[in-house]
């Protein structure tokens, strides 16, 4: 019998796209959890595996308790791994995550973690003006409490913060370059 050059073809296109589907499923078949992150979506690799989903939404833990520079300063800050352990001498302090920061704590070194929201150094963003004008973090970090993994899901491109400070010019937005640029 003799078939032609496209059923050969699409034979084995359905072929390799099985193969595939069974290697995806073999790679994450055996993981505990898998990392739910948005296609395309900026999510770095971190030193530490750290879940905003356990602390902020499990626990509800508030994003200015860790991030306490966002109420008064340009920056949110990343926390400093004495306010980590603040907590964590006591909770949980057996697990592996833990016992990393701990290890840092006691040398006094920092975590290098790595920024997942960091914007050009041309751009003046003020964390305290937005936090007094009322907005939620949600409002450019996306639903962190429910992120495994922290990825950056808004494009921090200039076009979309125009577009939210013409939206927002009842909260005191400015659309004044110089706000923004330095």
Not at 32 to 39: G, L, Q, S, T
Not at 92 to 120: F, G
């Amino acid at each position: 019998m003799k078939y032609s050059k496209k059923l050969w073809s699409a034979l084995g296109l359905i072929m390799l796209t099985g193969l595939m589907g069974f290697f995806v499923i073999g790679q994450t078949a055996g993981n505990k959890k898998v990392k739910e992150v948005p296609f395309n979506a900026y999510a770095p690799k971190q030193p530490i595996d750290y879940s905003h989903k356990l602390h902020a939404g499990d626990l509800g833990i508030d994003c200015k308790f860790c991030h306490t520079y966002a109420r008064s300063s340009r920056s949110a800050g990343i926390p400093a791994v004495a306010q980590c352990m603040a907590c964590h001498q006591l909770v949980h302090a057996e697990r592996e995550p833990i016992q990393k920061i701990a290890a840092a704590y006691a040398d006094n070194q920092p975590i290098e973690w790595v920024k997942v929201h960091d914007l050009p150094d041309f751009v003046y963003f003020n964390h305290k003006r937005h936090v007094k004008a009322g907005f939620e973090c949600q409002e450019c970090h996306g639903p962190v409490e429910e992120m495994e993994v922290l990825y950056r899901q808004a494009p921090l491109t200039m076009g979309w913060c125009v577009n939210c400070h013409q939206d927002n010019r009842d909260k005191g937005a400015s659309l004044d370059c110089l706000t923004c640029h330095k």
